[in-house]
């Protein structure tokens, strides 16, 4: 009898304590998660450059798109090389099948280039997230323009 008080109890204290502390620890859900892009129309029609735009607003922090086919053409390319020493702040990108919650803010070159690399590849998002490295932006570049020749 005695041993099922006691276990009793301690059960009480345990649940106690974590419904009282456990929720206060927990990390709180990013504030406005965007709606995902599934697909084109989801863009509402928008060009890249017109997307980096919606971007800069940094409205969400960040946007999580389904990969879309062939949405970046070579009449696009012209219009991003332009941006790609962009310093100013905008919203990353993800792929839908990231797991990876970016909280970092990016710029506009950083996700110029991650279009151009979209282009290159026939499909954006090309990677998971929208990072490139600095090594790969010199050969991204340089195929871009051979591109637009």
């Known amino acids: 009898m005695k041993l099922s008080i006691i276990a ?13 502390y456990l929720p206060a620890t927990q990390a709180a859900p990013p504030p406005d998660v965007p709606p995902q892009i599934d697909d084109l129309a989801d863009l509402g029609g928008r060009s890249p450059v017109e997307f980096l735009e919606i971007l800069k607003e940094k409205k969400f922090n960040q946007y999580t798109i389904k990969p879309i086919k062939n949405w970046i053409s070579k009449k696009d390319v012209l219009s991003l ?33 991650f279009m151009l690399e979209g282009f290159r590849k026939g499909e954006y998002p090309p990677a998971l997230n929208s990072g490139i490295s600095d090594a790969g932006k010199e050969a991204l570049v340089r195929w871009c323009r051979e591109q637009i020749r």
């Open 81 to 113: 090389l332009a941006l790609i020493n962009s310093k100013d702040a905008c919203s990353p990108v993800a792929s839908y099948y990231s797991s990876y919650y970016n909280t970092q803010k990016s710029t506009v070159g950083q996700e110029a280039l």
């Open 8 to 20: 009793s109890t301690v059960f009480l204290i345990i649940w106690l304590v974590s419904a009282l």
